[in-house]
């Protein structure tokens, strides 16, 4: 894993800007199991082929030629080796380190720098450290040290984290915000928390933990747009809840996942539900809230290669177990997998839920594409408000690393509408291209 991952990040880094061509050659079986795909094809593979079409030209002349062209080049130099030899050491060349940079637009950019070793101090012992700055004030660090038994399938773990931002935004609470109040926080976040990780059959998990979480609101805004602060004293907007409140947390938290699906190679075709919760108690101003929320999906391996259909739905909620406020900061959020049309900071609210269809397939051996087109939004307490003309619309396209957990490379195009009820139109243009830590 720690080989694919170093060859993955520098190949598909250099291979997005190559230009050449490469002849045809007979299809390699990388993974021992016979070409089926080449003599044995499904007919409903015609069906996204036909509504896909201008992605396929994308995929096929933007991404998948110039990435062959690369690989056949590395194949015949010999790049494996001389990739492995730079970012990988150790007795059994189980340490890698790695550059890390991520753009977000409309967020600041990092670069960083990720390390992760295996049997590090102890045979099934695995350490990762991951850290990055985007800026004088934009700083992030964490480490896990992670120990695996039964065939890694169990897993006990403790984690650090350090974040500070100064570029986080915010856009209102409820469905029904627009980008002209838009605004910038500062926040700072300290955790420090342990974990049990459990492995059942497929690809399904029970996770259970805890810890402690200190968060602070900064001053040190940035990106040259009107702050939080700014904006309540010209009246723009209203002050968010527990804006301004330093707070720090005693959490515990759990996560269900029940996933029929196996590991690949195996078809991506089963069904899989996943739940979690967490309880916080503010230990500094006598408050508690819960959050809690699931997603169920099927998906449909087309033709057992991993060209996969996926239809999938999910809700969450942030509920007071008392009559004290929640943080603005601590409610339920949609982005990133869910709506990935939007930056962080679009949807905020007591409740959000979402649908999403998508479809991946393979690019190369450690990349994935992948359309999606998901509706969505932030309402009410227990979706009180929900209606359909709330829902907003997101779509983007993009690659995404396989395998590689901890730590992934993505590239992304999205677009955002806004609610149906407002007419629907373009308002939010996301790019995003680089490594996203995973733990």
Known sequence: MQRALAIACVLTAIGLTATASADKRPRPDYDGRGNVEAHDESPALWIPRVVLFPFYVVNEYAFRRPLGALITRAERDRWVDAVTNLFTFGPSNNYLIIPTALVDFGLLPSVGIYFAGDDMFHPHNSVRLYGATGGLHWLTASALDRYNWNNYRTSVSGRFELTRRPDLLFYGIGPDVRDDRRSRYALQRIEGSTSFHQGFFGESFLSVGGGIRAMAYRGDVCCSEPSISQRIADGTIERPPGYGTDYTLAFGRAALMLDTRDPRPAPGTGAYLQLHGELDSDVKNDRNWMHYGGIAGVAIDLNGRQRTMRLQAGADFADPTGNRIIPFSEL???????????????????????????????VWMYLDGQIRVSTGNAFGPHLEDFALKKLRMSYDVGLTSVGARDSAFEILFGLGTETFEQGGSITSVRFTFGSRRGF
């Open 332 to 362: 339920s959020t949609l982005g990133s997998d869910a709506m990935p049309g939007f930056i962080a900071g679009w949807m905020t609210g007591p409740s959000t839920t979402f649908a999403q269809l998508g479809y991946t397939w393979p």
